[in-house]
């Protein structure tokens, strides 16, 4: 399922980037000849970024502003360009440097929530994660994506920031798809071992975990995987990108349509009976 609303946010934000360096260059006095002159790249560069078909840069931000005389922008327009770039970012290019870096870059985000929201209707949620599990899930992402594999320490680094869950100040309430519980990562004494997990961490009072099972009567469809921290963040994740979602109205969707899921679901003993199955189905 596409994300048109987040996906404009993201290209609004380009071109609010972009219109500020035009309006710099007005200022300046400049046409696009003479500022790419200035700049000493070739006219189509110049009007490819103002016109936001392409995203300038860090040192192409200094550059521009440094040829309008208006070198006091730089570090404003540079954290606009940042926070762009957060908003929608390409698997291929977080994981470039390393799973395990991509593992350690949430860190903060993690601690600083308190209260944090989890769907997930095509693997367990990373924060409940084994390291035989993840580290089979990770291996295929290295992969598919063919980027530099380091599984293992990722696997390692993923269950580490995962420690925030047994913090009692904070509150987590996770969901999946009952099918979850059967797709493989790993072996079945990989599975296994990870399905118990579960079992532990539903008895921790500060979680809910529920379980929407295959028989549910849908009041919402099947929806990728995301993320609510703190009611000001949510992070989707589809096959190509990351997606980070800060505006008020998007954030308030994905709050409805969680509690909406949240209604289908079951917990409890109910809950535990649905792995437990899935644990028998392991052989």
């Not at 046409?31 to 192409?60: F, M, Q």
């Not at 944090?116 to 409940?128: A, D, E, K, Q, T």
């Not at 849908?218 to 949510?234: H, N, P, S």
Request: with cysteine; net charge negative.
């Amino acid at each position: 399922m596409s994300h048109p609303e987040s996906l404009n946010s993201a290209e609004e934000a380009r071109k609010a980037v972009a219109g500020r360096l035009g309006d710099i260059r007005k200022d300046a006095g400049l046409n696009g000849l003479e500022l790419a002159v200035l700049c000493d790249w070739h006219p189509s560069k110049r009007s490819r970024i103002e016109n936001a078909r392409t995203r300038p840069s860090e040192e192409d931000i200094r550059t521009w502003c440094r040829a309008c005389g208006a070198v006091d922008q730089i570090p404003d327009l540079i954290a606009s360009s940042r926070h762009v770039d957060s908003m929608y970012r390409e698997w291929k290019r977080v994981h470039s440097g390393g799973l395990k870096k991509a593992q350690d870059s949430v860190v903060p985000l993690y601690q600083r929530t308190r209260h944090m929201r989890v769907y997930c209707s095509n693997v367990i949620p990373g924060l409940v994660q084994t390291v035989g599990y993840a580290t089979a899930l990770l291996n295929s992402i290295a992969e598919f994506e063919n980027v530099m594999n380091d599984a293992e320490d990722a696997a390692v680094a993923r269950v580490a920031r995962s420690e925030v869950i047994y913090d009692a100040g904070r509150r987590f309430a996770m969901l999946i798809e009952e099918d979850v519980l059967y797709f493989r990562f790993g072996d079945a004494e990989v599975m296994s071992r990870q399905l118990a997990y579960l079992l532990s961490i539903m008895a921790l009072p500060n979680v809910s975990f529920g379980i929407i099972p295959r028989t549910a009567v849908r009041k919402m469809w099947t929806l990728e995987g995301f993320v609510i921290y703190d009611d000001a963040q949510v992070q989707v994740e589809t096959l190509s990108a990351d997606m980070n979602i800060t505006r008020p109205g998007e954030i308030t969707v994905y709050l409805r349509a969680f509690r909406k899921l949240s209604e289908m679901a079951v917990y409890g003993d109910a809950a535990r009976a649905l792995v437990q199955e899935a644990i028998d189905a392991q052989g």
